[in-house]
């Protein structure tokens, strides 16, 4: 049964691919994002992991989708909008922990998709949003996050080359 869910969260998230201009991807990505966070405090905790798990191949998917427009500046600030604005919003009491999860599986599912490196502007452009978040966030454990999961593993020597 998880393998038949996997799959599931794997074609959802491959939808985005689907459609025929950035406009609508956009859409798309924004609606999920609003659907996660109006209807996160409803979902139980047996069926929280298929959530996040959701989240992890979407955000794969937007990095596939980035990696291929080779990291556009324009289509990477149109995708941080829709993170900056949803569900990474600073102090945003409707689903922290989808910040949390985003922080914790952001630089994971971007190696996924990194084959040959990045130059620094789209790194920079890929943290912009996380970065926001921690540095006007009032909530000690989304900072500490974000320092731990996506700063501080940076400097770790999976990412040093």
Excluded at 137 to 160: H, M, P, S
């Amino acid at each position: 049964k998880p393998l038949i869910q996997e799959e599931l969260a794997d074609k959802i998230s491959q939808l985005m691919h689907s459609f025929p201009n950035e406009e609508q991807v956009l859409l798309y990505v924004q609606t999920f994002y609003q659907t996660m966070e109006r209807e996160w405090s409803g979902i139980d905790r047996l069926r929280m992991n298929k959530f996040y798990n959701l989240i992890r191949c979407m955000q794969r998917e937007i990095y596939t989708f980035l990696g291929k427009r080779n990291w556009s500046e324009d289509e990477m600030s149109m995708f941080n909008s829709i993170l900056a604005d949803g569900p990474l919003l600073v102090n945003n009491l409707k689903a922290p922990g989808i910040q949390l999860h985003l922080a914790d599986v952001v630089l994971e599912e971007l190696s996924e998709v990194v084959q040959d490196g990045m130059d620094a502007t789209a790194w920079m452009g890929i943290l912009a949003p996380y970065l926001k978040l921690m540095g006007k966030t009032t909530d000690r454990a989304i900072f500490q996050r974000v320092l731990d999961r996506v700063l501080r593993e940076l400097t770790g020597k999976k990412w040093l080359r």
